[in-house]
């Protein structure tokens, strides 16, 4: 097994509206094909971590390796390419463009990309959607449909340029049960089946419990990792 | 360079909200279809008028000005001015002649000159026209017709008769139109001309002439050159101007300059000659794009709004496609791309709206009257008015979107993501 990410000594403060350090010296490792899920109290830095790892935040002390290269320091320009490369995110809210289709909205990433030619993104958002069973909501304005579906709409998003890392903020978070259901055991099967790591921010208990791993903050540091 | 992905996002924004995008462009539109009008209208006036005056006047004009300096005196020359005070109380000029010596020889140079097209020795007087009781002051010119019509475009500006009738008949006179009505003569009848030294002659009319400007048309009359050399009882090389036309009248200043210090006379370019003419000309354009700019800049404000605020409601999705890999630059490309293709359609349509509009006007009839003769409203097309229009609607959309592209590009995506 390889390690994808590696995160070391990451320390963050906050001087607005006073100086207030969120995360302190947190270090640790993510495997290839691992599925984990960073827990804890509310306000106790999850989020905050998630950033710093996705690198978009960038105003951190510390170092993050990426796929063993080091992402610390790298221009705004040359992080913008490889998040595109390499992250995909899904949050809380799903963060769908509402002007775009469902389909558009997943290519967008692709397109960006430029690895394939428009009609090769459409092929692989359409794959991507119908893996996800959304195919048939493809044309549809993204704005017109539901929590759930927007949510499934997202993961495929996350998924179109096949990323070293999947990364979720809460991704369930605004889901009733049976949605939180269907999304966790949809991420569960494309650690499985596809071998995606996937780091996932989560206030649900049950939702951990059935990850790879927990890694358990508590005032901005790791107390627990568990397998 | 523009990404096709960034610009179907900007096509998108566009697009999803038509109703702001078109009022945001009718800002645009409005702005250059205004800015064409004025100055479809103002530079057709301007040309109109330039055309007259220079219809009406020689390009370079060489004449005797009369000196009426008298710092200087001659006795200054035999005394000895460090003893001796010369005051001369009420000097007055002498019996001085008007006219251009030697004028056979300056003529015979100008021809030979290659900048000169034409040139038109005349003698001008003051005369009085007498028909029966009415008496009114005017100006006489005596002129070689053909070589005068060559200079100042007379032909066109007959209203009756024709310039050739003044070869075939010695005595005929051409009259400005006004000056015929004001005493009601018309061609055929016979009017007398008397100088101020007492010596009149009779003349035939034989055609009148409008150039639409009322100074020259209520007082001024062409005869054969001779016959003015007659009635002031002068010899046949006794001229006071001599108009010239140039080949191109865009020299005349440089050239008027040359000329009064090689023959050692006064030498007036057009635009000095029609001085007034050309402030109030100058002052159009002015006004004309000081109007302009006003407007274009009133739809970059407009721009400017609608840009700010589509941004301000847009950072849920600047923050998602930042996180989803575009970059700053990228962003700004998005919001720079939606605030020109404004420009470029607004100023579209703002042409055609111009162009219709400035048809309308030279469509328009002018109000009937003496002193200018047209038909219609003056109004030019010129493409390079277009051309302007088109580019300067892009320049102001693209810089009016500039600021918020770039507060866009800035947009920190963890604030917005946190919520
Ligand atoms: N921009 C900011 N300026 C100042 N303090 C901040 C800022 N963002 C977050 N914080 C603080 O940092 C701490 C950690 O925030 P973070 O969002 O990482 O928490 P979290 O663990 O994700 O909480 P939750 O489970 O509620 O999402 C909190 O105390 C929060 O108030
Ligand atoms: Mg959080």
Redesign the pocket.
């Known amino acids: 097994m390889s390690i994808v990410l590696s995160a070391k000594n990451l320390s963050k403060s906050?001087?607005?509206?006073e100086e207030?350090q969120?995360?302190k010296n947190v270090s640790f490792d993510v495997q290839k094909g691992e599925f984990v899920s960073i827990v804890?109290?509310?306000?106790?830095?999850?989020?905050?971590?998630?950033?710093l790892i996705s690198t978009l935040d960038t105003k951190y002390k510390g170092e993050i390796f990426m796929n063993e290269k080091k992402v610390t320091g790298l221009s705004q320009n040359e992080l913008a390419r490889f998040r595109n490369e390499h992250i995909g995110f899904v949050f809380?809210f799903h963060f769908l463009l509402p002007e775009f289709s469902a389909l558009k909205n997943v290519m967008l990433p692709a397109e960006k990309l430029g690895k394939y030619s428009k009609s090769e993104c459409e092929d692989r958002a359409y794959e991507k959607l119908k893996w996800l069973d959304m195919d048939k909501f493809a044309l549809k304005l993204s704005s017109k449909l539901s929590g759930g579906q927007q949510q499934r709409v997202a993961i495929a998003r996350a998924l179109i340029n096949d990323p070293t890392i999947m990364m979720g903020?809460?991704p369930t978070g605004n889901l009733d049960s049976v949605n939180t259901e269907l999304v966790f055991d949809i991420l569960k099967d494309l650690c499985k089946s596809k071998g995606q790591t996937i780091i996932s921010?989560t206030?649900d208990t049950e939702f951990a419990e059935k990850s790879d791993r927990i890694i358990e903050?508590k005032d901005?540091e790791i107390v627990k990792h568990e397998n | 360079m523009l990404s096709s992905v960034n610009f179907e996002i900007a096509k998108t924004h566009l697009l999803a909200k038509p109703r702001q995008t078109l009022i945001a462009m009718l800002g645009v539109t409005f702005g250059i279809g205004m800015y064409i009008l004025m100055i479809s209208f103002m530079q057709g006036f301007n040309e109109f008028l330039e055309d007259t005056l220079l219809s009406s006047t020689p390009d370079v004009r060489i004449y005797n000005d009369i000196k009426t300096d008298f710092s200087h005196s001659i006795l200054d020359e035999i005394s000895d001015t460090a003893k001796v005070l010369n005051v001369i109380h009420h000097p007055k000029p002498k019996d001085i002649t008007p006219n251009l010596k030697s004028s056979a020889r300056i003529i015979e140079d100008l021809k030979r000159d290659e900048r000169v097209l034409a040139v038109s020795p005349q003698l001008a007087t003051q005369v009085f026209y007498v028909s029966g009781l009415v008496q009114i002051n005017g100006t006489l010119s005596g002129v070689n017709i053909l070589e005068e019509a060559q200079l100042t475009g007379l032909q066109p500006k007959m209203k009756t008769g024709k310039i050739e009738n003044l070869l075939t008949i010695d005595n005929g006179i051409l009259m400005g139109h006004g000056l015929a009505n004001k005493l009601n003569v018309h061609v055929g009848d016979m009017i007398s001309l008397a100088t101020p030294k007492g010596t009149a002659m009779r003349f035939r009319i034989v055609g009148t002439f409008q150039f639409g400007i009322g100074s020259l048309d209520n007082i001024k009359s062409y005869v054969n050159l001779s016959k003015v050399q007659q009635l002031v009882g002068k010899d046949n090389q006794y001229v006071t101007d001599i108009g010239i036309k140039l080949k191109n009248y865009d020299n005349a200043t440089d050239v008027a300059k040359e000329f009064s210090d090689r023959y050692g006379y006064k030498a007036d370019d057009w635009k000095t000659t029609n001085a007034s003419a050309m402030v109030s000309i100058l002052i159009r354009n002015v006004m004309t794009f000081v109007v302009s700019f006003t407007l274009l800049v009133v739809a970059g404000f407009g721009i400017y709004n609608i840009m700010s605020m589509t941004i301000q409601n847009k950072l849920k999705d600047i923050a998602i496609l930042k996180a989803e890999g575009f970059s700053s630059g990228d962003i700004r490309q998005i919001f720079l791309t939606e605030s020109v293709t404004i420009g470029v359609f607004g100023a579209l349509s703002g042409l055609v709206l111009g162009f219709i509009l400035s048809s309308g006007v030279y469509n328009l009839p002018f109000p009937k009257n003496d002193f200018i003769s047209i038909t219609h409203f003056p109004v030019v097309f010129h493409l390079k008015h277009y051309a302007f229009g088109m580019g300067f609607g892009i320049i102001t959309t693209f810089i009016a979107g500039l600021m918020p592209s770039i507060k866009a590009g800035k947009i920190d995506p963890?604030?917005i993501l946190?919520g």
Not at chain 1, 40 to 51: F, H, I, M, N
């Open positions: 906050f001087y607005e509206p207030f969120v995360l804890g109290k509310s306000g106790c830095g999850k989020s905050t971590l998630l950033y809380q903020d809460e921010v206030h903050m901005g | 963890v604030a946190r």
